[in-house]
């Protein structure tokens, strides 16, 4: 079965830098876009970045724009989050997620076929 497997969470200070990776497997990807969402405490999952597998092209959230960087590694078959300049409303579990390509960016919850586990991501002042 399709898996998806977050790693790289944490805690860091204010201004610092965290990287996630997502490892997928179970299927082939090449169809799809993956992303990744983040969902804070009494908060909805939010957006947060996409990328498609192809191509590599991506797309932000504007919270994020300048200091997050979507990538994948298709030899590895995985996903990766950098994120720079974080602040403490980044602190949030964010989660990988799997979308099958269409005409538009996936950025709503339904449109996300497969998920990962989540892995915390805390940012303290």
């Known amino acids: 079965q399709v898996q998806l497997v977050e790693s790289g969470g944490g805690l860091v200070q204010a201004g610092g830098s965290l990287r996630l990776s997502c490892a997928a497997s179970?299927?082939?990807?090449?169809?799809?876009?993956m992303g990744w969402f983040r969902q804070a405490p009494g908060k909805e999952r939010e957006f947060v970045a996409v990328t498609r597998w192809s191509t590599g092209s991506t797309y932000y959230a504007d919270f994020v724009k300048g200091r997050f960087t979507i990538s994948r590694d298709n030899a590895k078959n995985t996903g990766y989050l950098q994120m720079n300049s974080l602040k403490p409303e980044d602190t949030a579990v964010y989660y990988c997620?799997?979308?099958?390509?269409?005409?538009?960016?996936?950025?709503?919850?339904?449109?996300?076929?497969?998920w990962g586990q989540g892995t915390q991501v805390t940012v303290s002042s």
């Open positions: 997620a799997a979308a099958i390509e269409g005409g538009t960016w996936p950025t709503r919850e339904y449109e996300v076929k497969y």
């Open positions: 179970g299927r082939t990807f090449s169809s799809y876009v």
